[in-house]
């Protein structure tokens, strides 16, 4: 509409300068206009060509220096052999180069060196020669070829200048195929003499393979030559030029191997095209790196550009020539049929419209001003000055203040766009817009935006807050975290603490949703309090909140708010109802002391909230590290979890249960074991607890029970097979269902199942496990409670619920048959278990000593290393068969 408003307006202003203007302007402007085109085309295209010559410019010079800071990092490794072994050579206070020969070449001098040059990939080695040039040992072979060095350039100058310490050349090559690299050291006797030389070697090769690597395209070329013009190493690779001495030529040619850094354009004296050349010395070495690349390849995309740009004004300028012709033949048509378009927009324009001319007269008014502030047509007409409409709306009761003090401040801003919005007595909403007319005067425009006012106002808050609990989202936070970013630089620390609440999809699935979502208000409200109006709570989604504290990084203070935290959390919620209490798990992250940048601290906060939950929950923890490693660690170990089933990577083992009276095997426990391809067995501590957290425990506990039946089948009718079950699978509510399936798919005999639990999985729901544990019970399987003693032991469960045994936790059995051990515990267990017809089995049976306490103390049953670990199938059926046999 805004668009429509301008249209009119410049139809009545161009209806007034045709009328008074000659075509001829119009043809003189198309004039100006192609030539425009033309030069603007030049300056881009000259512009380009810069642009292009700079970018291949910084690409070399970036090149090269990244080849020196590698190299010179290489290069400080490579002599770090040959440093080794001069001091050890000069250490041995040789005076002689007929003792430097007799003492170096020898077999032990030879393992030493083999032993220093070990892990080291060179042409030959480590190399020792006398003060003649002769070959006296190598770390590569024993004994050495007859081999001399004599006539080498390196070995003259280390030879005859004393000061000369180390020398690099490329030579044909005498230990090796080809040309090489060698860098030779001299060794220097007590008093200065020459005594001999250490040598090492790379071959070109070895460099330009590197080289190849950087990929500078088409026409390049990166070369190594020694500071004195010698070329090294070069790609594309030229035999005939490895060796040469390019320090010739002009005063630009010498500077790449006189200065520190070069990047000129100059003509190649290789193949004489204009190159752009960027080249940079090594600190530590008397070589310099040379990128070229042709001017011609750096400005293929240019020229390609070019081609483009001149077809495109070339098109342009005829187009306009075109354009010009069908306008100077129907401006006059279309005069006409402005005028009439101009009449209709006015009256069916939706916005007020009001034009004043540079005398405050109105020039346009349509009716929807007059029936938006219900005003007389006889008072607002073409004529009326400004001031007077003002008055009228004034007088009318549609406008509120002082007339005068309006009037002035608009027409002291006519020369500029102005936009306010401003509500009415009925409570509308009218965005008025005031636009400089071309003439002096201007143009107003009135449009009822009340529903998009209000809708605007309502999306935005809800695009930056949670619909539930009307904290700031995600969204918002990241964008208050941004500005506490950039405070860092005035010294404003601030910290993070994301929030999980603990077990909150537990409350979801046995309550429901709407008390789950009343959970999540309250926790909101009780973290506000928690916090002063500086910092900033905000939802993250599900059950994940985080506050952002300003103006500490005291790690004292901090942890007392987690603390206050817990502490409010803690206590009872009420939801529709239900009284439920809740905990949290809260990692955090400070800055600037654990980074600056915001990502980093929101991923660190999450590994700190991590930490806290694998550490059991109900706690803080502030980032440290270490975080990151574990945290790395843990979910290779979840993704390997989660292919081990699909791959077969699973085990089950069968541990013995063993009749104490009888001494005979009665019973196996089914106890999982994971085989991985690279880490070997995996402790079932080390995964068992990742299963849980992440619900995979419920399809490899259900495998496993398939597998414990199928297997105990083929046993002799009176062993039976135990078979742990997680408490994630006994909340699942389809326990019953899945072990009903195993017995029929295996054809095991129900009473031969016995199910164990722990005692955590009663502790949520007394009547809800009953439940499930009365349809086992139906089925026919017996029952055991695991681990009894170490958890949330009470004597209500042996009455309340339906147990055939009861296991005795190995804690209890380790110290029997010591001073001050556990058999009256043991004891207590078993005459309770008796009471209530139970079946009692021992945990971590080791030595015969316990075995004999247990039996004098009535246990039933006993499993251990004493007798047997836990087997596999194949074991476990030689064990059995074995004891049938017997």
């Not at 935290?565 to 400070?590: E, F, N, Y």
């Not at 541990?655 to 104490?660: E, K, T």
């Not at 055991?784 to 804690?811: E, N, Q, V």
Request: hydrophobic share 45%; with cysteine.
């Amino acid at each position: 509409m805004g668009t429509s408003i301008r249209w009119t307006a410049r139809m009545r202003a161009r209806l007034r300068r045709w009328r008074g203007a000659p075509l001829t302007w119009l043809i003189v402007g198309g004039f100006v206009l192609m030539a425009a085109m033309a030069v603007g085309t030049a300056l881009t295209v000259d512009r380009f060509r810069q642009n292009a010559i700079e970018t291949g410019r910084d690409s070399l010079e970036n090149s090269v220096r990244l080849l020196a800071r590698h190299f010179d990092r290489q290069f400080e490794d490579f002599a770090v052999l040959q440093k080794s072994i001069i001091a050890e050579l000069e250490s041995r206070g040789i005076e002689s180069a007929d003792q430097f020969r007799s003492e170096m070449g020898t077999l032990a001098m030879h393992e030493v060196l083999r032993a220093k040059a070990s892990g080291w990939s060179d042409v030959a080695g480590a190399n020792l020669f006398d003060s003649k040039g002769m070959l006296i040992n190598s770390s590569r072979r024993w004994p050495v070829a007859d081999i001399s060095v004599a006539d080498r350039d390196y070995f003259k100058r280390l030879r005859n200048d004393p000061a000369a310490q180390e020398e690099i050349e490329v030579v044909p090559g005498r230990l090796g195929n080809g040309p090489a690299i060698v860098f030779a050291r001299r060794v220097s006797g007590s008093h200065g003499e020459f005594l001999g030389l250490v040598s090492r070697a790379i071959a070109p090769e070895q460099l330009e393979s590197f080289f190849a690597s950087t990929g500078l395209g088409e026409d390049s070329s990166i070369a190594m030559h020694h500071q004195n013009g010698q070329l090294l190493a070069r790609v594309p690779r030229v035999d005939a030029m490895i060796g040469q001495n390019f320090r010739k030529g002009s005063p630009e040619q010498m500077a790449v191997f006189e200065r520190t850094f070069v990047s000129m354009q100059i003509a190649s004296p290789i193949d004489g095209k204009d190159r752009i050349v960027a080249s940079r010395l090594l600190a530590g070495e008397p070589l310099v790196v040379i990128a070229t690349k042709s001017l011609d390849a750096t400005l293929a995309t240019w020229h390609t550009q070019t081609k483009f740009f001149v077809t495109v004004a070339v098109l342009s300028i005829g187009l306009l020539v075109l354009t010009l012709y069908l306008i100077f033949r129907q401006v006059t048509h279309r005069l006409s049929l402005e005028k009439q378009r101009l009449d209709t927009a006015m009256n069916t324009m939706t916005q007020g419209l009001l034009m004043f001319d540079q005398d405050e007269r109105l020039v346009v008014c349509n009716r929807r001003y007059i029936e938006m502030y219900g005003l007389s047509s006889d008072v607002v007409k073409p004529g009326a000055y400004f001031r007077d409409v003002i008055q009228h709306r004034h007088d009318a009761g549609s406008f509120h203040g002082d007339v005068s003090s309006y009037c002035d401040d608009i027409l002291s801003n006519v020369g500029h766009t102005r936009n306010n919005v401003v509500e009415t007595a009925d409570g509308r909403l009218i965005e008025i817009k005031n636009q400089p007319g071309a003439a002096g005067g201007w143009l107003a425009t009135h449009e009822d935006v009340t529903a998009r006012v209000r809708a605007d106002e309502r999306i935005a808050h809800m695009a930056h807050y949670d619909a539930l609990t009307d904290l700031p989202n995600r969204v918002l936070m990241r964008r208050h975290l941004e500005r506490r970013v950039a405070e860092l630089r005035e010294g404003k620390p601030f910290a993070i603490l994301y929030i999980d609440v603990d077990e909150f999809k537990g409350v979801n699935d046995t309550l429901g949703h709407e008390v789950g979502d009343e959970l999540l208000r309250q926790v909101a409200m009780r973290l506000r309090a928690c916090v002063s109006g500086n910092d900033l709570v905000a939802r993250l989604g599900g059950d994940e909140f985080a506050i952002v504290k300003a103006g500490t990084s005291d790690k004292v203070e901090l942890t007392a708010l987690a603390e206050n935290i817990l502490a409010a959390l803690r206590a009872p919620v009420d939801c529709k109802g239900q009284d439920i209490q809740t905990d949290a798990s809260i990692g955090i992250a400070i800055a600037p002391d654990h980074g600056d940048n915001l990502d980093d601290l929101l991923k660190r906060a999450d590994l700190a909230m991590y930490a806290a939950k694998s550490e059991g929950r109900r706690t803080y923890r502030v980032f440290a590290p270490e975080y990151d490693a574990k945290t790395k660690l843990r979910r290779q170990l979840e993704f390997d979890l989660r292919q081990a089933l699909v791959r077969g990577e699973f085990e089950v083992h069968y541990q013995p249960l063993v009749d104490l009276a009888a001494n005979v095997v009665t019973g196996c426990e089914a106890l999982l074991r994971w085989r991985h391809p690279e880490r070997g067995m995996v402790s079932p501590a080390d995964f068992i607890p990742v299963a849980e957290d992440t619900g995979l425990i419920g399809e490899i506990g259900e495998w496993v029970l398939r597998q414990a039946c199928l297997e105990a089948a083929s046993w002799p009718g009176q062993i039976h097979i135990a078979v742990n079950v997680s408490p994630v699978q006994f909340r699942s509510r389809t326990l019953a269902l899945k072990v009903a399936a195993a017995l029929a798919e295996s054809g095991l005999a129900p009473g031969r199942l016995e199910l164990e639990i722990t005692e955590t999985v009663l502790i949520r729901d007394d009547e809800e496990a009953l439940t499930v544990l009365q349809q086992l019970r139906e089925l026919g399987v017996r029952i055991a409670l695991d681990d009894f003693g170490t958890g949330y032991s009470s004597l209500s469960y042996l009455h309340r619920f339906p147990f055939d045994k009861i296991k005795i936790d190995r804690s209890f059995i380790s110290d029997i048959g010591q001073s001050e051990d556990s058999s009256p515990i043991v004891q207590a267990v078993v005459h309770m278990a008796a009471a209530r017809h139970m079946a009692t089995t021992a945990e971590g049976v080791e030595t015969e000593a316990q075995r004999e306490v247990l039996r004098q103390l009535g246990c039933s049953q006993m499993q251990g290393w004493l007798f047997s670990p836990a087997v596999p199938a194949a074991k476990l059926k030689q064990l059995l068969s074995a004891q049938a046999a017997a």
